[in-house]
């Protein structure tokens, strides 16, 4: 193996702890167990469950709680893991248990980054659930079927970025990307968003019909003998669009923090399961934490920098007790801030 492709493995390795092939019954039991999590959020759904400010707060820490208890079981399965193939982490220079434990700070780095980014991604789903004007009772269920559809497309990504990215030239392509994304973050303003010149709503427009009118939360509905689609769907495409343009971010994001496919999958779910909590619990609170967009600029164009050059500074992989402790700050530094100083409201013009 070349330099090149030892860098560019997981943490210098030559194989993956956890590779499809061998460990196929790890990911079906992780996908089943994440499809029961689904199954019971459909099931209190047609009970007629609503969430409230109270019910997603529950619901957040219980995502949360079961994306850190998932931390303890992946430690413990990475622990067994070099353990049993005491090779791997000799590869690393380090003892399984040490091996072990940089496994799950990768993944809690990587969990903690989406989580941030998800905030992100709250932003522009509040404006394009107002936009839409979609009645707050059934905005649950097109995020529900918003977050149902970003699991696989973002199975889809992780699996061709598990192939690609292990290039430097891919590597620094991303890094590149994560840098001007960092940056244009800064100057964006989630006021300016407009749904309708997405390429998809225009496509959808032109060649489905749609009803101007919601009718009860159903995606489609026949009139007069003639499928129209309602503007659920034209939001839930909207939503996924969106979620599709933040995966370019995202997935080359925790690459850049662990190159293990089933790290990258786990932490990647569990923050997009979270999700429709979060946008409950910050749908209302969001201009409290206006700051927060410039620390999600400033980790995204960190990790950009990781990619491209500071890795190389560190003979190949900066410490992830930097990159964790780096992200924490910022996360923590912006909320403080945004709440210290509040964003000031605008004054209604006078007469």
């Known amino acids: 193996m070349n330099s090149t492709d030892q860098q560019f493995n997981f943490v210098g390795q030559s194989q993956t702890i956890f590779p499809i092939i061998e460990f196929w019954w790890l990911y079906l039991i992780f996908i089943t167990a994440i499809l029961g999590l689904i199954a019971v959020d459909l099931y209190y759904l047609r009970r007629g469950a609503r969430p409230n400010l109270k019910n997603a707060l529950i619901y957040t820490v219980g995502w949360v709680s079961l994306a850190l208890i998932f ?44 989580e941030s980014l998800s905030v992100d991604n709250v932003f522009v789903f509040v404006v394009i659930l107002n936009y839409f004007a979609v009645p707050p009772v059934y905005q649950h269920r097109v995020l529900l079927y918003g977050i149902l559809g970003a699991i696989v497309f973002r199975g889809i990504f992780i699996a061709l970025g598990s192939v690609v990215m292990k290039y430097h030239v891919v590597m620094i392509l991303f890094g590149a990307l994560l840098i001007l994304t960092g940056a244009k973050l800064c100057f964006s303003s989630y006021e300016k968003i407009n749904p309708e010149k997405n390429l998809a ?43 599709l343009i933040f995966a370019f971010d995202s ?11 089933f790290v990258v999958f786990s932490s990647n779910i569990f923050a997009i399961l979270g999700l429709r ?75």
Request: charged share 15%; no cysteine.
């Open 201 to 243: 709503i225009k496509w959808l427009r032109r060649f489905v019909r749609i009803d101007p009118h919601y009718h009860k939360d159903y995606f489609f509905v026949r009139l007069n003998g003639v499928l129209h689609a309602t503007p659920m769907l034209v939001a839930l495409v909207a939503l996924e669009v969106t979620d």
């Open 251 to 261: 997935v080359p994001a925790i690459f850049a923090i662990t190159k293990e496919p």
């Open 71 to 114: 931390n303890v079981i992946l430690y413990y399965l990475a622990l067994w893991r070099f353990t049993a193939a005491p090779h791997l982490a000799t590869e690393l220079g380090l003892t399984p248990i040490e091996a072990a434990r940089r496994v799950a700070l990768e993944y809690l780095t990587g969990y903690i980054i989406e």
């Open 277 to 351: 909590a979060l946008y409950f619990v910050l749908a209302g609170a969001l201009h409290l934490l206006h700051l927060l967009k410039y620390g999600l600029s400033i980790i995204l164009i960190f990790i950009g920098l990781k990619m491209v050059a500071l890795d190389h500074l560190y003979g190949g992989k900066m410490p992830i007790e930097y990159s964790l402790s780096f992200v924490v700050l910022m996360l923590g530094l912006f909320t403080t801030l945004s709440l210290i100083f509040p964003k000031k409201k605008r004054q209604a013009p006078n007469g």
